[in-house]
């Protein structure tokens, strides 16, 4: 069993649509963590949630939208997409907040704008 | 300001030889954790280990080892005989021990590692 996954894997779209992403843990996980990371493999938090509150918002535009209706699943909702959003997203979770606790990922989304 | 740095953008090696990877963070506080991971061709990102800032013991695990130093800020991984399915891509990342930093893991860019049959 995966124990953090993500779909889609790969995600194709045009400039302007809406997109989603899911994550869901099978962890029991308190915490969990979108990252982005960019064409130069540079990865940075965009957000944390800890049992379905958000926690860090990483001065993160408003188009992107995050969703825990529990705190199994954390969801990334994309809308007016634009090129620069062009990236490979992973979600993570964690035991809790605590900064020792490991941060397990998911496979990544590869995300394309056209 | 907090920040890992990872100097070495890519490494290539040929299988069996010892290879180091640098990691050198900056931050103030007293208490923080470090961690290494691998993103391997395939993309997932895979834990290694993680070190907390009290404690400075080398850790060995198989052919990876680990050398904490706090005085130069270094958090440095070597692998020993190296084979090609270590071929990936090695982040070093330092988490603070503050309740508003949420877990947050601070990436340095990443050394991409290719070792040669």
């Known amino acids: 069993d995966t124990a953090v996954s993500q779909t889609p894997k790969y995600l194709v779209t045009q400039m302007g649509n809406d997109k989603s992403i899911k994550c869901e843990q099978n962890?029991?996980?308190?915490?969990m963590y979108w990252y982005k990371q960019d064409s130069k493999k540079f990865l940075k938090i965009m957000f944390s949630?800890?049992?379905?509150?958000?926690?860090i918002n990483e001065t993160v535009p408003n188009r992107f939208s995050p969703k825990s209706p529990d705190k199994a699943h954390l969801n990334l909702h994309i809308n007016s997409l634009e090129l620069g959003d062009s990236a490979v997203y992973f979600c993570?979770?964690?035991?809790?907040?605590?900064?020792?606790?490991?941060?397990?990922f998911g496979a990544g989304t590869r995300l394309s704008v056209l | 300001a907090q920040k890992v740095t990872q100097a070495q953008t890519e490494i290539s090696v040929v299988e069996k030889e010892d290879v180091t990877l640098d990691c050198v963070y900056e931050?103030?506080?007293?208490?923080?954790?470090l961690f290494w991971y691998k993103q391997p061709p395939s993309g997932e990102l895979v834990f290694l280990i993680r070190?907390?800032?009290?404690?400075?013991q080398n850790e060995i695990s198989g052919r990876y080892s680990w050398n904490f130093q706090k005085s130069t800020s270094s958090f440095n991984f070597t692998i020993t005989a190296s084979q090609v399915v270590d071929s990936a891509v090695y982040f070093c990342?330092?988490?603070?021990?503050?309740?508003?930093?949420?877990?947050?893991?601070?990436f340095g860019q990443g050394t991409e590692l290719s070792v040669k049959p």
């Open positions: 993570a979770s964690s035991q809790g907040l605590l900064a020792k606790n490991i941060q397990y």
């Open positions: 962890l029991g996980h308190d915490t």
């Open positions: 949630y800890n049992n379905k509150e958000l926690i």
């Open positions: 931050t103030r506080d007293t208490t923080y954790y």
């Open positions: 070190r907390n800032s009290f404690d400075e």
């Open positions: 990342a330092l988490s603070r021990a503050l309740y508003n930093q949420g877990g947050k893991l601070i």
